[in-house]
């Protein structure tokens, strides 16, 4: 098919995830064709350097052959195996005892799903049988925190905090809550002592006025992604680990996102080791290379599953759980992160990517830049010193997004003038060169836009 066709197709049959359907009917689709490395092709040859790893996802980069004659061996030789009714394959049983290994202590045991957002949807399943299970099923209420992106499931979307993902579809649910999310630069905290101390007395308050027999669990974020990559201080995971173990309520690290050496270790939670009774992984875990994602377990939270009925079954499963392709993928994927030295590379590399981000403090558009390992953002503001953001009249991350392609530079520009990053962790330093170089010059055309500087607050006549 021509460009013109496939566009013309897309625009009558294709549903897109998270846009407006009439502003995609009247933009178009932007038809990707090819990509290398670090770099992007798009269907009218244009060479773009991806500098957010497609969604969060491809942490090995595009086009590693290794991983596409794993998953040609695994079809050729099995190409689907159900995990029903006893059957197995034997990718997936080694995937789920390589996870167990290299997760923390706590999670020993694995479902596999096929995404993040389903892996969110079983974490809850899974609690729920696990409160009703023991003889506790009054515990049914779910603590979030705000800005908190765990998927768009039918379920997981409540826990999500984030408009978008709730109007016109009836949730939060009445059993989901939020809590206020660890955002340090738009709050006034003396310290980090202080964010810590103020998050654990929110959830603290939020289980005593729910009733802690009636609170099952509280899911985060270790660095919140859709929600503007929200870097929390360190310590404020453990604390909030060591809060839900107080308030006898399940804690469960979404880390769909920082996984598998985003912030730097394999899982966040290494960082402050952190054992949580459930995790939820995905993204990373095949690298975007095939659906797949994962719930990690604690044995006490199995065993009290296990235990709830000596004859029934478990009713929750998927067809494309534990897949053998996906599963072959996912431990080429693992091989490159350890023996590939891709883990090292990103861990490498991340002060530089640091260095970069907060070198654009200086600019006129940037009032805040937040980063761990390869996971960063910058937060554009019209005032700096009052930390006011641009009115969406203005529709700055369009501008942003539209700047950012014509200097061939694909990032996340979200909807309320954040940016974000997660460049790929086989990026060399050549490419972060060409990151920053090209992010300077996106922010510049932007910032000469005349209804941009015309937003800027001014001071002596120019552009603060």
């Keep these: 098919m021509s460009i013109q066709s496939l566009i013309e197709a897309d625009r009558k049959h294709l549903i897109h995830p998270v846009i407006n359907y009439r502003a995609h009917e009247a933009r178009g689709v932007t038809v990707l064709e090819s990509a290398t490395g670090a770099f992007l092709r798009d269907a009218s040859g244009n060479e773009l350097l991806d ?4 969604l969060w996802c491809v942490n090995v980069g595009y086009g590693q052959a290794s991983i596409v004659k794993a998953a040609a061996e695994q079809m050729a030789r099995l190409p689907y195996a159900t995990s029903y009714f006893h059957f197995g394959n034997a990718p997936a049983i080694e995937l789920a005892e390589q996870l167990v290994a290299r997760s923390p202590a706590s999670l020993q045991h694995v479902y596999f799903t096929l995404g993040g957002s389903d892996a969110v949807d079983s974490a809850l399943r ?44 009836d949730v939060p649910l009445p059993n989901q809550h939020h809590v206020p999310s660890p955002y340090a630069y738009r709050n006034t905290f003396a310290d980090d002592a202080a964010l810590i101390a103020v998050s654990v007395s929110a959830l603290e308050a939020k289980v005593a006025a729910l009733g802690a027999e009636n609170v099952a669990a509280f899911f985060c974020e270790p660095v919140q992604g859709s929600g503007g990559v929200i870097v929390p201080p360190p310590g404020w995971l453990k604390a909030m680990r060591e809060a839900c173990r107080k308030l006898d309520i399940l804690f469960v690290a979404d880390e769909v996102i920082t996984g598998f050496g985003r912030t730097g270790p394999l899982f966040a939670c290494e960082g402050e080791d952190v054992q949580p009774d459930l995790m939820t992984v995905a993204k990373g875990l095949t690298a975007g290379y095939a659906p797949m994602g994962a719930v990690l377990m604690s044995d006490a939270v199995y065993q009290g599953i296990a235990d709830g009925d000596p004859v029934a079954s478990v009713g929750h499963g998927h067809t494309y759980s534990a897949h053998p392709v996906s599963a072959a993928i996912g431990l080429e994927v693992m091989r490159l992160y350890h023996e590939g030295g891709l883990l090292a590379n990103g861990v490498a590399h ?68 954040i940016l974000g990053f997660a460049p790929a962790l086989s990026y060399t330093a050549a490419e972060f060169d060409l990151l920053f170089e090209r992010l300077a010059k996106t922010l510049d055309d932007v910032l000469a836009e ?15």
């Design 126 to 169: 899974f609690i729920t049988h696990y409160f009703n299970a023991t003889g506790r099923p009054a515990k049914k209420h779910i603590i979030a925190l705000e800005r908190g992106y765990h998927g768009s499931s039918a379920v997981g979307s409540g826990l999500t905090a984030l408009p978008v993902f709730h109007r016109n579809f």
């Design 450 to 464: 005349p209804q941009v500087r015309a937003a800027l607050r001014v001071k002596g006549g120019v552009a603060a």
């Design 51 to 54: 500098a957010f790893s497609g």
């Design 350 to 417: 991340a002060p530089r990517f640091a260095r970069g981000l907060d070198a654009l403090l200086a600019h006129p558009l940037v009032g805040d830049s937040r980063h761990r390992g390869l996971l960063g953002a910058l937060e554009l503001v019209a005032d700096k010193d009052s930390k006011r953001g641009f009115d969406a009249s203005l529709k700055l991350p369009d501008r942003i997004a539209a700047a950012a392609y014509k200097n061939r530079l694909v990032f996340r520009a979200f909807g309320d003038n």
